[in-house]
């Protein structure tokens, strides 16, 4: 009791602190919207920013940083908070079409090898949930199959166990699968390696260095995969597989905050 008495305390301390934050939270994503409408892009930009300096992680605030950086023609900046915004949720329909026609607009055009038919199906079922529920059905599937086990040991302990063993190894191959699409979105979602270029041109060289050969020159929005880092120079691979070292302040990573 003592101790039930001691978090309801501290709870009733914190209430005021978490409604306070929300208060702000919302007053400044107002201020936000509002600025946007008005055109007022660098203030609108400002009130994002400042929310997700705040550890706010939402789709939708990236997707409207996003747009804030195309209204300024930040193209390199817009794909890199697209890119966020599909991390969290790869089925945000609007930052998707967004990125696909922000894309058109770059100056480098280099396609990647194409999938097949295949491929696309199942990409397309990879990308239509995000980590959360993934990890939901992944919870849901395990208990299905704790329900299944303990059915299995009670009602079918007498009886024909061909519909429970079936019923058992056919959750089961659902739920390694699950897991396993679950810990690449997670892997997916913390990583570091997917970059976009920033700047309006960079060069890409044999070495970390500029007196090694040089390899390609790309520029703003190229978005590139990172290899291997060397103090100041990023070892990149583009999409149609060419790689080379460019400066690391050239580009900037696709990270959650």
Not at 3 to 15: H, P, R, V
Not at 64 to 90: E, H, M, T, W
Not at 145 to 153: A, G, K, P, T
Request: charged fraction near 20%.
């Amino acid at each position: 009791m003592k101790y039930f008495l001691i978090i309801i305390s501290l709870f009733i301390l914190i209430s005021p602190v978490i409604a306070e934050n929300t208060d702000m939270i919302t007053k400044t994503l107002d201020e936000a919207i509002d600025a946007y409408h008005n055109k007022d892009y660098d203030t609108a930009l400002s009130s994002f920013l400042y929310l997700e300096n705040n550890n706010v992680v939402n789709a939708d605030l990236y997707y409207n940083i996003a747009n804030c950086y195309f209204r300024q023609s930040q193209i390199g900046k817009a794909i890199i908070y697209y890119k966020k915004a599909l991390k969290v949720d790869p089925a945000h329909t609007a930052a998707n079409s967004n990125l696909k026609f922000i894309l058109t607009l770059t100056k480098d055009k280099i396609d990647s090898s194409d999938n097949g038919a295949l491929s696309q199906f199942l990409l397309r079922i990879y990308h239509s949930f995000d980590l959360n529920k993934a990890a939901l059905f992944t919870a849901i599937l395990f208990f299905i199959l704790i329900l299944l086990l303990i059915l299995m040991q009670t009602v079918f302990q007498h009886r024909d166990k061909s519909l429970p063993v079936f019923l058992i190894f056919l959750v089961l191959i659902l739920l390694v699968i699950s897991a396993t699409v679950s810990y690449i979105k997670y892997q997916n979602f913390h990583s570091a390696r997917d970059a976009v270029v920033t700047s309006q041109t960079a060069i890409g060289y044999s070495g970390p260095g500029t007196e090694y050969t040089r390899v390609f020159t790309i520029h703003e929005g190229m978005i590139c995969h990172i290899e291997e880092t060397n103090d100041n120079w990023l070892l990149i691979k583009l999409p149609n597989g060419i790689g080379g070292w460019i400066e690391s302040d050239l580009l900037e990573i696709v990270k959650i905050k």
